[in-house]
């Protein structure tokens, strides 16, 4: 027969075993939470100030080129870096910090200069070095890079022309097509035709001139890019085979 003051004594011990293991349970976090903090915690907290300052440096770079291009123009030269900076975010960051520069650049603009000459930047280089920046990262030919950046400068173009018009009162096409006009009159008689261009011929005229500009100052760009963001480690895909033997580049 069992001693019933043991059995009370044995079942009070086990109880008090079990109250202290769950306390330690309790007070004793789980292994994977802590090894997920310890890895994730430290990233968030070094990479979030980096982007936020290489951001802010490359747009302030980009706004400033296009001021020191305006009130003191050197011609091509500096025109060749306009969409290169935002370029180079959305090579380093993704498309969320590229957007970023390219919205804090057209309102360092604004502030500098005026919200008119702030669009004028945003449309079409700041849309351009977007586009630039997601083609390169996502390593698209040089073609396509240069056609779709193609299809936005002329876009841009005819954006500058219809704000500028609408500021100043004047159609500034119209004059734009009267000095292809005189242009094409003087290639006619040099070449012998005697007859007038068309006004569809004028215009078929103005808009190839106009693609052809956007074509070089893109191949221009991507040339630019390629030497510059090779020694800055964020390379652009690779120029066609007859660039590289032009250039003598060496990959």
């Not at 789980?30 to 994730?40: E, I, L, M």
């Amino acid at each position: 027969m069992s001693d019933p003051f043991e059995d009370s004594q044995a079942s009070g011990l086990g109880n008090s075993q079990k109250i202290e293991d769950e306390a330690n349970l309790s007070e004793t976090p789980p292994a994977t939470s802590a090894q997920g903090n310890n890895y994730s915690e430290p990233q968030v907290k070094a990479v979030a100030p980096l982007i936020m300052v290489e951001t802010a440096f490359l747009a302030s770079t980009c706004s400033l080129i296009w001021l020191i291009n305006y009130y003191f123009p050197m011609g091509p030269l500096l025109r060749m870096f306009f969409p290169i900076p935002i370029a180079l975010v959305y090579l380093r960051w993704g498309h969320r910090a590229a957007w970023m520069a390219a919205l804090v650049s057209g309102l360092l603009l604004s502030v500098l200069m005026g919200p008119t000459r702030s669009i004028l930047f945003l449309i079409p280089y700041g849309l351009m070095g977007v586009q630039l920046g997601a083609l390169w990262r996502r390593r698209s030919s040089w073609l396509f890079s240069i056609g779709t950046g193609t299809i936005i400068g002329t876009f841009g173009f005819f954006f500058r022309f219809w704000l500028l018009s609408i500021l100043l009162g004047e159609d500034l096409w119209v004059y734009m097509t009267s000095q292809v006009t005189e242009l094409a009159e003087w290639a006619f008689v040099k070449i012998g035709l005697l007859q007038e261009p068309s006004l569809s011929l004028i215009q078929a005229i103005a808009l190839g001139a106009i693609v052809l500009n956007n074509v070089i100052y893109l191949f221009v760009v991507h040339l630019v890019a390629l030497l510059l963001l090779d020694r800055l480690g964020n390379p652009i895909p690779r120029p066609p085979h007859w660039v590289q033997v032009l250039l003598d580049y060496e990959e």
